[in-house]
């Protein structure tokens, strides 16, 4: 199986900056893409970005020129920076790998959250 832990999340003013980290950790033999998502209260989860073991990104409309994500493959970890935060941005932050194992094949798995809450 694969474990997802985030880390980075927090409290900031509008307009601040935080990065979050994702650590992949298991008996897994590969990890193809890696992202972030998030879920505001009252909305459904939705995709932040994307990176893809090759470095190929794609981010979500709201959140491009001001998020970056990025990948380090050694370690197995994602990250996301996320500058000129908006209070529009706060919801909770789930990490997400699409990996394969041998017990299970090739699947998703989700990290178990990080609040994000950006301040007026």
């Known amino acids: 199986q694969v474990q997802l832990v985030e880390s980075g999340g927090g409290l900031v003013q509008a307009g601040g900056s935080l990065r979050l980290a994702c650590a992949a950790s298991?008996?897994?033999?590969?990890?193809?893409?890696m992202g972030w998502y998030r879920q505001a209260p009252g909305k459904q989860r939705e995709l932040v970005a994307t990176?893809?073991?090759?470095?190929?990104?794609n981010y979500a409309d709201s959140v491009k020129g001001r998020f970056t994500i990025s990948r380090d493959n050694a370690k197995n970890t994602v990250y996301l920076q996320m500058n000129s935060l908006k209070p529009e941005d706060t919801a909770v932050y789930y990490c997400?790998?699409?990996?394969?194992?041998?017990?299970?094949?090739?699947?998703?798995?989700w990290g178990q959250g990080t609040q994000v809450t950006v301040s007026s």
């Open positions: 997400n790998a699409d990996a394969w194992t041998v017990v299970v094949g090739r699947n998703d798995y």
């Open positions: 298991g008996s897994f033999f590969s990890i193809n893409a």
């Open positions: 990176i893809t073991s090759g470095g190929r990104t």
